[in-house]
C-alpha cells in the first residue's frame, strides 16, 4: 500500500487535531462547579454531587502529582493547578458540611472517593477529608503565592479538621483568620464572617472581628476605600450572582449580633451605635442599583426578620430568640447563597 505513509499521517493530523480541539476536563467541571455547592437543591442534582466531586478531586491528585514529581514548572500551569486545588478543596468542604448536616450522605461520597481506607470509620473518614482540605490549600498557596484569599481558606480549613477532630476549634484557628484579614480584607474579612458564625458574640476575639467589620465600613466613605481597590471582591459577577447580597447580610449580622448581646449587658449606647451599623449595612440592598438583585436573591427572606430585630434594638430590647439561633441565620452563610441556588 505505497498510500500507506499518507493514510498514517492523515489519522495521526486527525488524532491531535481531535486532542487539541477536546474540550479541558477543568473548564468543563468549572461551568458545573457553582451548581454544585447548593445543598438546598433537588434530590437529582443532591445525588450527583459524589460523582462530580470524585472527579474534580481526581484533577487534584493528578496535578498534585506532577508539582511532586518536578513538573509544574511554567507560571500558568502553576496558577492552573492551584486553582483546581483551590475548587477541590472547596467543594470537598461544602461536601462534608452537607453529610454532617445530613443533606448528603457521607456512604455517597465515600462510595466515589474515599480519603481514609475503606476500614476506617465515618468519624476518620471526616477527618480524612479534612485533612485533605489541609493539604489542597497548603500547596496551592505554594502555587499562587499571590493569591491571599488562601490564607483565610487555609485557617478554615484547619478549624474544620479540629471541628471534626474534636468536637471543638482551637483560639488560635480564629485568631489566624483575624489576621488573615489585612492582606486582602474585601474577602478573608468575609471568612472570618463564616468561621465566627456559631461563636459567641461576647467573646475578646468576636470583639476584634466587630473592630475589623466597623473599620471596613468606615474606609469605604474615605479615598482608602478597600472596595475601589478590588471592585471584583464586593460586587456581583457571572459567579457569583448574589455576591453582594449574602456578604452585605453577613456585614450587618456581625454589628446586630453584637448589639443583641451589648443590651442583654446594658450597654444601650454601644448597642444603638452597632444597630445603626447594621442597619446600614442592610440598607445597602435596597439602593436603586441593587434593588432588582436584592428581590431576585433566593436567600431574601433572611432580611425580613433582621430587619425587625434592629428595629428592637433601637428600641432598647431584644428579640427573641437570638439571631443566630433562627431558622434563617444560616441561609446567608451557604456556598450557594452567594453563587445561586
Known amino acids: 500500500m505505497k498510500n500507506l505513509p499518507l493514510i498514517l499521517a492523515a489519522i495521526a493530523l486527525s488524532l491531535s487535531t481531535a486532542h487539541a480541539q477536546a474540550p479541558d476536563d477543568f473548564a468543563v467541571l468549572q461551568r458545573q462547579y457553582f451548581s454544585m455547592l447548593n445543598l438546598r437543591a433537588d434530590a437529582k442534582r443532591l445525588a450527583a454531587i459524589p460523582a462530580f466531586s470524585a472527579k474534580l478531586t481526581a484533577l487534584a491528585e493528578a496535578e498534585k502529582a506532577k508539582f511532586a514529581s518536578g513538573g509544574l514548572s511554567k507560571p500558568e500551569e502553576r496558577e492552573r493547578a492551584g486553582l483546581i486545588l483551590i475548587y477541590d478543596a472547596l467543594l470537598t468542604v461544602n461536601n462534608t458540611n452537607g453529610a454532617l448536616q445530613g443533606t448528603l450522605k457521607l456512604s455517597d461520597l465515600r462510595a466515589a472517593h474515599a480519603f481514609g481506607p475503606s476500614s476506617a470509620s465515618d468519624h476518620e473518614e471526616a477527618v480524612a477529608r479534612a485533612q485533605h482540605v489541609i493539604e489542597d490549600d497548603e500547596l496551592a498557596a505554594k502555587l499562587r503565592p ?13 478549624l474544620g479538621k479540629e471541628r471534626i477532630q474534636a468536637g471543638e476549634i482551637t483560639q488560635q484557628a480564629l485568631i489566624d483568620s483575624l489576621d488573615a484579614i489585612p492582606v486582602r480584607p474585601t474577602f478573608n474579612l468575609w471568612t472570618s464572617f463564616l468561621l465566627f458564625k456559631d461563636q459567641p458574640a461576647d467573646t475578646i476575639l468576636f470583639v476584634r472581628l466587630v473592630g475589623e ?22 460586587g456581583n459577577g457571572p459567579k457569583a450572582p448574589y455576591n453582594l447580597q449574602a456578604s ?31 442597619k446600614g449595612s442592610y440598607a445597602t440592598l435596597d ?7 436584592t428581590k431576585a436573591w433566593p436567600d431574601a427572606i433572611a432580611l425580613v426578620d433582621r430587619l425587625a430585630r434592629v428595629e428592637a434594638i433601637q428600641q432598647r430590647r431584644v428579640a427573641k430568640p437570638l439571631l443566630a439561633r433562627t431558622d434563617n441565620y444560616r441561609r446567608p452563610y451557604e456556598c450557594a447563597s452567594c453563587h445561586g441556588r
Open 287 to 293: 439602593k436603586p442599583e441593587h434593588a432588582a438583585d
Open 213 to 234: 467589620a466597623k473599620g471596613f465600613v468606615d474606609k469605604m466613605k474615605t479615598a482608602d476605600n478597600p472596595c475601589a481597590k478590588r471592585p471584583e471582591d464586593c
Open 146 to 158: 499571590e493569591d491571599h484569599r488562601i490564607e483565610s481558606w487555609l485557617a478554615a480549613a484547619k
Open 248 to 278: 452585605v447580610t453577613e456585614l450587618g449580622d456581625v454589628f446586630l449580633r453584637r448589639a443583641e448581646t451589648l443590651v442583654q449587658a446594658g450597654d444601650v449606647p454601644h448597642a444603638l451605635e452597632m444597630a445603626g451599623y447594621a
